[in-house]
């Protein structure tokens, strides 16, 4: 996926990260500048294991610790530059779609035959 748009996605799941972050840590958090810097997503996905390890999660919906999960899962293929790929079938995923849902993780087509319970088979 081109570079412009791996940036901006993962600006994005950065952002989204720290706002789930801010309800629990009390200092306030500085404001991101750059997300160019090596260590960024490194540092976020720290903070959001030390929220597992704390055990606030029972504070977060689940709606919550489930985007909270998704968003660590997708900075952590980020940082292993696996992202973009669907889990499913290994196809890349539409940029559009990432950029609508960075936190995705399959494409629009597994993701469908995973909502209907199923693989559906032909
Ligand atoms: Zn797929």
């Given at each position: ?9 993962k600006k994005?799941?950065i952002q989204?990260?720290n ?10 958090i500085e404001e991101i500048g750059d997300t160019e810097s090596?260590n960024v997503?490194?540092d976020i ?78």
């Amino acid at each position: 996926m081109r570079k412009k748009v791996l940036d901006s996605v993962k600006k994005k799941l950065i952002q989204k990260m720290n706002d789930i972050l801010e309800m629990f840590e009390k200092e306030e958090i500085e404001e991101i500048g750059d997300t160019e810097s090596e260590n960024v997503i490194g540092d976020i996905v720290d903070r959001a294991n030390n929220i597992y390890e704390l055990q606030v999660l029972d504070r977060l919906s689940e709606y919550e610790q489930q985007k909270l999960q998704e968003i660590r899962d997708a900075l952590i293929r980020i940082e292993e530059g696996v992202y973009g790929k669907c889990m499913s079938c290994g196809q890349p995923i539409s940029e559009k779609r990432l950029l609508a849902m960075p936190e995705a993780k399959m494409c629009v087509a597994c993701k469908a035959k995973h909502e209907k319970g199923g693989v559906i088979s032909r």
